[in-house]
């Protein structure tokens, strides 16, 4: 079982309408959770972290976690074609501070 | 403000060379990541220093190595490289201490041939 676990997709989604990305990650401890976009050819970027659980918004962009079930998920509102990007989930334990990362999931928005 | 920078962006090498890949961090990190990422798959963490030692180390052989200098900056070296080093190298600098704090370099792709 890896560490962390996207479904590689590719997720397909129509303009305007909520994509909702899922990640699961094996190791209780892991105390920090970040979603990365990271678009063909560059380096990932950061999205939103999240520490504790519920809810955690940032304009379009929603983090969920969820520690008892060891998910996490992000929801992007009004899907736009600049969203279409491969997201990557990553997880920290905090006693080493070592990002441990999904193979993410590719996500495709259509005009 | 400088965000973290590598060089050189593209690399091409043979089997059984060595390579020298550089990152500067972004002004007033002290921690420096470096990450393997192959086409398709997550960064893979292969080592990270601090205070000029190398204080983390993921499952990377030994012909991975690297150094921190008194200015932060970092090389990471791969000896006797082989065509499955072929990937995007990341550089990652960051505040010592948990939290989000990584700043991602744009990468180094090296490809073995």
């Known amino acids: 079982q890896k560490e962390v676990e996207q479904n590689s997709g590719p997720l397909s989604v129509p303009e305007g309408a909520i994509a909702s990305l899922n990640c699961t990650y094996s190791?209780?401890?892991?105390?920090?959770f970040f979603w990365y976009r990271q678009y063909s050819g560059k380096s990932p970027e950061l999205i939103m972290s999240?520490?504790s659980n519920g809810d955690k918004e940032d304009g379009r962009f929603t983090a969920q976690l969820n520690k008892a079930s060891q998910y996490v998920s992000l929801l992007i509102r009004d899907s736009q074609p600049s969203d279409s990007a491969t997201y990557l989930c990553?997880?920290?334990?905090?006693?080493?501070?070592?990002?441990?990362w999904g193979a993410g999931t590719k996500l495709i928005i259509k005009p | 403000d400088a965000g973290v920078t590598q060089s050189p962006t593209h690399l091409i090498k043979t089997r059984g060379q060595q390579v020298t890949l550089r990152c500067s961090p972004k002004?007033?990190?002290?921690?420096v990541s470096w990450y393997q990422q192959a086409l398709g798959q997550g960064p893979q963490f292969i080592f990270q220093?601090?205070?000029?030692?190398?204080?983390q180390r993921g499952n990377f052989p030994d012909r991975f190595s690297g150094h921190q200098f008194p200015n932060y900056s970092s090389e990471l070296n791969v000896n006797a490289l082989l065509l499955g080093d072929s990937a995007l190298y990341l550089c990652?600098?960051?505040?010592?201490?948990?939290?989000?704090?990584?700043?991602f370099g744009s990468g180094t792709r090296l490809t073995v041939v």
């Open positions: 990652a600098s960051s505040l010592d201490g948990p939290g989000p704090g990584y700043t």
């Open positions: 220093y601090y205070e000029e030692e190398e204080r």
């Open positions: 990553a997880v920290m334990k905090d006693s080493n501070y070592q990002l441990i």
């Open positions: 999240i520490y």
């Open positions: 002004s007033g990190h002290d921690t």
């Open positions: 190791d209780r401890v892991s105390q920090s």
